[in-house]
């Protein structure tokens, strides 16, 4: 039986319940051995997904003033409120371990989460293509990125969550829309405090998740610890996270407008698309009726990571949604692009409004 390296890693720092799963990924890739990491914070912040752009999504202000960080991660998806309530399990395996399709990868990984689920005497399922449900009621978001050649899944199983937290952290419209978040996520978001009236133990559902993990991959789980070399990577982590270039990394170049008219010919246009797999943000500059600048941004999951590659093959492409299409159909192409519930047309979409 292959043998899985266990981190079982308690509580952490905030920042490194996002560093470590990020540094033990580099080491995988670069040959180290495949991990699963189990761990939660000690401390409440708010994290966003790879391609979205921190002041559009995130109520800064709230942030600061309620003293919760905010980190982004190399992994899809949206904003999100984590705490300790939340138990984290982090799946770093190395691509030739793993199988190439995505929906082959949630389908593999998430087996273990959804039986823990159902051996607490919670009645979860796996909705492609990564969601955990109980009735209709998501218990557990997931996401999957590579980092180099090491395939990572990250999720958590829901002990309890803070939902007037997570509603008033999102950059929302008015009061009005607030409100309307909150009641939708209180009736469709549920957790296992709600579920079974109480939380086990964390060390009861920890063993539990661990031996459904042994089970769904016929490995064998050996515990072991950080090495000096991944800790040393971690540490790195540590200083880049918090540097505004990574948490800044997806800006607009040209914020708060729909369409604007710069001179003769030259527009600069943002427009949104929501797809099946998420919502894209597509800001352009336009010269003529052809892109010379493009932004995308949402919460989508694109593997591999390529959305720098499309924003550069679109300058000099016409402003026509066919045309976009193909340009980026080629990426998706060359690269052997996978996007959950997102197209090339849903791109062009966004970009044409």
Not at 94 to 120: C, G, S
Not at 263 to 285: D, F
Not at 292 to 310: K, N, R
């Amino acid at each position: 039986m292959r043998e899985v390296r266990l981190l079982d890693l308690g509580f952490v720092s905030a920042l490194r319940s996002q560093t470590i799963y990020h540094g033990v990924a580099e080491s995988v890739s670069a040959g180290g051995q495949d991990t699963i990491s189990l761990l939660s914070p000690g401390d409440p912040y708010v994290c966003v997904g790879m391609h979205q752009e921190l002041e559009k999504e995130v109520d800064l202000d709230y942030c600061r003033d309620m003293g919760l960080p905010v980190y982004r991660r190399r992994v899809g998806g949206g904003a999100v409120y984590l705490d300790r309530d939340q138990l984290f399990y982090h799946i770093m395996f190395h691509k030739d371990h793993a199988p190439r399709d995505i929906t082959e990868v949630y389908n593999r990984f998430l087996k273990a989460p959804v039986e823990a689920y159902r051996a607490l005497g919670i009645e979860a399922f796996h909705r492609p293509v990564n969601d955990l449900q109980v009735d209709n009621r998501k218990i557990g978001g997931t996401g999957a990125a590579t980092m180099g050649d090491c395939v990572v899944v990250v999720g958590s199983l829901i002990l309890d969550f803070n939902y007037e937290a997570m509603s008033r952290l999102l950059k929302v419209p008015d009061e009005k829309f607030r409100d309307k978040v909150y009641k939708s996520m209180s009736e469709y978001l549920t957790t296992v405090k709600r579920e079974l009236g109480s939380v086990p133990p964390r060390d009861e559902v920890k063993e539990v998740l661990i031996s459904k993990f042994k089970e769904t991959l016929d490995v064998e789980l050996v515990r072991g610890e950080l090495s000096p070399e991944e800790l040393q990577i971690i540490e790195g982590l540590d200083g880049y996270f918090v540097s505004d270039e990574w948490l800044n990394k997806v800006k607009r170049r040209h914020p708060g407008f729909r369409k604007v008219k710069i001179s003769e010919g030259v527009h600069v246009v943002e427009s949104t698309h929501k797809s099946p797999g998420g919502l894209i943000r597509a800001s352009s500059s336009l010269k003529d009726d052809v892109i010379s600048e493009v932004v995308l941004t949402g919460d989508f999951f694109i593997y591999p990571d390529v959305v720098g590659e499309i924003e550069e093959a679109l300058a000099g492409v016409k402003a026509d949604e066919t045309a976009i299409a193909d340009a980026i159909g080629n990426i998706y192409s060359s690269s052997a692009v996978q996007s959950p519930g997102v197209t090339p047309a849903d791109f062009a979409k966004a970009i044409i409004g």
